[in-house]
Nanobody, 126 residues
Framework: QVQLVESGGGLVQAGGSLRLSCAAS????????MAWFRQAPGKEREFVAA??????????SYVDSVKGRFIVSRDNAKNTVYLQMTNLKPEDTAVYYC?????????????????WGQGTQVTVSS
């Protein structure tokens, strides 16, 4: 069982930055692929970024709309995954969720992840 707790959301003006954190419980954090999804009102949950699992440390992937603006990273010693968001746009406004999948490939489908956090609101004003 893994419990995930997101933090770091808030209100920011367009062009600003935020760093989201997702703290995970458990001793095997390094064995999990970690991902960020977001859901805007009236829309489906959308893949944002992932850090896959592999013996060599894993790879990162991003949805095209955030490439060059968002960076996903992880600190296995702190059981935490981060999403650094820069040059934020109003269309980035959503509830952001982190998700975990044991030995995962960093899939872009929400159904591939068993463990989810409660979400943190990010609002970008124009």
């Amino acid at each position: 069982q893994v419990q995930l707790v997101e933090s770091g959301g808030g209100l920011v003006q367009a062009g600003g930055s935020l760093r989201l954190s997702c703290a995970a419980s458990g001793r095997t954090f390094s064995s999990y692929a970690m991902a960020w999804f977001r859901q805007a009102p009236g829309k489906e949950r959308e893949f944002v970024a992932a850090f896959s699992w592999s013996w060599s440390g894993g790879d990162t992937s991003y949805v095209d709309s955030v490439k060059g603006r968002f960076i996903v990273s992880r600190d296995n010693a702190k059981n935490t995954v981060y999403l650094q968001m820069t040059n934020l746009k109003p269309e980035d406004t959503a509830v952001y969720y982190c998700a975990a999948q044991l030995y995962g490939s960093g899939a872009r489908q929400a159904g591939s992840y068993i463990y989810w956090g409660q979400g943190t609101q990010v609002t970008v004003s124009s």
